[in-house]
């Protein structure tokens, strides 16, 4: 974290202003790799984590658990709590997709998943528009097209490849009206694979999001989860392998989706584990004590 007019470090300062050439300066120009300083109450000294994703607190404005005054994060001493640690002047780091109106389409997203799928705490703090719903479901319908309609493609494929479109009752090759109904309900599963599995996702938002309300102290809204799990879709391309892919996304899937819930709500791993696992098993219980009835 440097000053833009003469280069001198700013870390530890009780304002914002520089020392050496006496330029002001905002902390809320810089970003900061998440977990790497903390923020100084500039009345008390009272410190604070960046929680969002730019590594700044989240809000910016609040009241000072300890003294109770005003405080304005741009004002904020910055003490670095990990050697190395640095603050970038300019725009925060982005995921990949969201630049895409310049890079295309593919590669970003491409990117973007690789990112997400080995490294997805890293994934969620880059993210900058944690609200918003357009880029996060044009990146969940790229990957549902992905992983389940290019996926179910392939595995078709290979089925009819081996085996056919199945046989008759007598070990016969169907005739021609049952395999061309057998070909349309694939072809039908195949293009309904994608809105299917948007309406999955905002439903299961919504289930999380009541999880996330029992169990999370800091929470954005209901259109932050369905970001959360959108981009939870990362591991897209797992999909494509024949017959076992579905077996490895689902899990694959699930992992990055707490780690969005984690970090976008601010809230611990444990506690998004308990968002995502504890309103599904009580709808789950819900259902069967049902069925008994």
Known sequence: MQCQSCGYALFGLPEPRCPECN???DVLAYTFEPGTVQFGCPHCGQRYEGNDPRGLPDPTAFECVKCHQAVDASAMCVLPVVDGARGVHGPALRLPWEGRQEDGLIRPWLATCRLGMFSP???YR???DVDDLGKAI???ALSAAVAGALGTLITAAISFAFEGLGTGPDGTPPP???AALQLGLQSLNILLSVPVELIVLFIFAGIVHLGVMMFARQRR???CTVVALAYAMCPAMVGLIPFVGGYVYLPWRLIVGVAGVAVLHRTSTVRAVAACVVPVAILGLVIIALKQL
């Open 23 to 25: 330029t002001p300066f």
């Open 176 to 178: 021609g009206k049952l």
């Open 121 to 123: 705490m890293r994934y």
């Open 126 to 128: 880059h993210l900058r």
């Open 138 to 140: 044009g990146f969940a």
């Open 221 to 223: 809204g209901y259109a």
